[in-house]
């Protein structure tokens, strides 16, 4: 069972069905709210792009579905978004790296249509200054390496046109690394895949290990001269699949500089909700064999199916429902064990289920409401919000000119 089906069919939850607590709007304080507002808040992983693709969505106008738009990322007080470059690892070769190009183009051409409230992004300088002009930084990510086509110089095309960052895998392997979601092929990074990880340092393009295997991130570890991110993973000790990080892989990111983004994905917060998928197992794949075969590669069908049948799923009891506070959790377990400097936020909007009070960006300002809540500093929040993220960028452009390439 693919998790991105599930993800998409349980996007009912974030999108149809709201709870009292997601209506009210007023549950969070004036200091958290004043807080917010003023701190520069960064997403490391959104799959809005699929929806600019297959719908040719505009983010300009607020709409009825999904969880990213111009209007609400204002109102959640998002400062920058790295949008993801995604397609299933099944697609490879020329067609991945054709479907990466238009994802790319249709990124940058929704800056173009608003240049008043948005603004391309490839540095940590550039955030700072989409800020300060009071814009939202739209940044990119390639999420899975089956894209670059086994190809170094794919990739510095990628990163030529503003992507800066790669996740090494997506749900499964590619050529040169391992998933954690797949059968173990290349006992984790090949040789070709360290010459990736190389050369994205060269470029100054962050490594991201998200989706990876257990060996492929401790491979990549291993190579890297600059700090690596998990772009969207969340703590395996609070919810034990896959996907999510072990505390001992937290603490070596940590010690080597680098921030694990908490995913916000009912089933990588919550070991409830991860459970009984597994109990439904075979009911979902017969779903997912149905709307493949309704939908094709069509995302936006895939989102619409997906919310219809997990509707009768949650009306059924077999799919619980799950509270955004399980997001803090999961800052809060990563946060004791490396310190409020290696953490921060990579939602999965407009890719996976949201909890509820979390169903779109507009809700961010929720978590610094609950951080302080908490007893935790405002330093420490406006690191988790964004001045972790800003401080591996630097870095990462700091080693890419130490090595002698051009960030």
Not at 84 to 109: F, N
Not at 202 to 230: C, E, N, W
Not at 236 to 257: E, F, H, Q, S
Not at 368 to 388: E, F, P, R, V
Request: hydrophobic share 40%; proline share 3%.
């Amino acid at each position: 069972m693919h998790w991105v089906f599930l993800s998409i069919l349980a996007a009912v939850v974030g999108m149809s069905v709201r709870t009292s607590l997601a209506r009210s709007g007023n549950d969070v304080s004036p200091r958290a709210r004043n807080l917010h507002f003023r701190s520069v808040v960064i997403d490391t992983h959104d799959d809005t792009t699929q929806r600019l693709v297959w719908d040719n969505f505009d983010l300009g106008h607020r709409d009825a579905i999904g969880s990213i738009d111009i209007p609400r990322m204002r109102e959640g007080g998002l400062s920058a978004i790295f949008m993801s470059i995604w397609m299933p690892g099944s697609v490879t070769g020329p067609l991945a790296v054709k479907r990466a190009l238009d994802q790319i183009d249709a990124v940058r051409e929704q800056v173009r249509r608003h240049p008043g409230d948005l603004m391309l992004a490839t540095t940590a300088e550039d955030i700072r200054r989409a800020h300060a002009a009071g814009k939202i930084a739209v940044l990119m990510g390639v999420e899975g390496g089956h894209m670059i086509d086994s190809d170094l110089g794919v990739l510095r095309m990628y990163a030529a046109l503003g992507v800066r960052y790669l996740t090494l895998t997506h749900s499964v392997n590619d050529e040169w690394a391992d998933s954690s979601t797949d059968k173990p092929a290349h006992n984790g990074l090949t040789d070709f895949g360290k010459q990736v990880v190389r050369e994205l340092n060269r470029l100054g393009m962050i490594v991201d290990i998200s989706h990876v295997s257990d060996k492929t991130f401790y491979d990549a570890l291993a190579v890297s001269q600059a700090p690596m991110i998990a772009s969207h993973s969340s703590c395996r000790a609070l919810c034990d699949v896959p996907r999510n990080m072990t505390d001992d892989m937290i603490r070596a990111l940590a010690a080597k500089g680098g921030v694990i983004q908490i995913n916000y994905y009912t089933g990588f917060i919550s070991q409830e909700y991860a459970d009984a998928s597994k109990a439904i197992r075979d009911e979902l794949r017969a779903k997912e064999d149905e709307v493949n075969k309704q939908c094709g590669e069509n995302a936006s069908c895939q989102l619409k199916e997906g919310e219809r049948i997990v509707r009768e799923l949650t009306a059924a009891g077999k799919l619980p429902r799950v509270s955004y506070e399980k997001i803090v959790e999961h800052i809060d377990h990563a946060v004791k064990l490396v310190g409020a400097d290696h953490v921060g936020l990579g939602s999965d909007f407009d890719g996976a289920s949201m909890p509820d009070g979390m169903e779109d960006v507009s809700h961010l300002p929720r978590i610094t409401d609950a951080l302080l809540k908490k007893g935790y500093s405002q330093n420490d929040i406006q690191k988790i919000l964004g001045g972790n993220t800003l401080r591996v960028m630097q870095e990462v452009e700091a080693a890419a000119k130490r090595i002698g390439g051009q960030p």
